[in-house]
Nanobody, 117 residues
Framework: QVQLVESGGGLVQAGGSLRLSCGTSGIIFRIYTMGWYRQAPGKQRELVARITSGGSTNYADSLKGRFTISRDNAKNTVYLQMNSLKPEDTAVYYC???????????WGQGTQVTVSS
């Protein structure tokens, strides 16, 4: 059974930092592209950051320089370091695992991040 479990969300003041973690089980973590997505109320889910099995990263243009994605294959965990948080970063943040062949796509249950002004 595949499980992706996010943690680390919460309430933070603008300018603060949070570190999200996503622990996984049931997948060969090291071969998956891992990602963080977010969904704010009334908006579509959007990509925050992604890291490939080889460690290549890409970010939403608006978040470059503030957010950093990383992975620890030994711990089957992906992280999202979020700095200089803004109220517009308020959203539910979801962990995602993707593998292309055969195509599979797994999601965590999400963790709420709320940034107060």
């Amino acid at each position: 059974q595949v499980q992706l479990v996010e943690s680390g969300g919460g309430l933070v003041q603008a300018g603060g930092s949070l570190r999200l973690s996503c622990g996984t089980s049931g997948i060969i973590f090291r071969i998956y592209t891992m990602g963080w997505y977010r969904q704010a109320p009334g908006k579509q889910r959007e990509l925050v950051a992604r890291i490939t099995s080889g460690g290549s990263t890409n970010y939403a243009d608006s978040l470059k320089g503030r957010f950093t994605i990383s992975r620890d294959n030994a711990k089957n965990t992906v992280y999202l370091q979020m700095n200089s948080l803004k109220p517009e970063d308020t959203a539910v943040y979801y962990c995602n695992a993707q593998y292309p062949t055969p195509p599979v796509n797994y999601w965590g249950q999400g963790t709420q991040v709320t940034v107060s002004s």
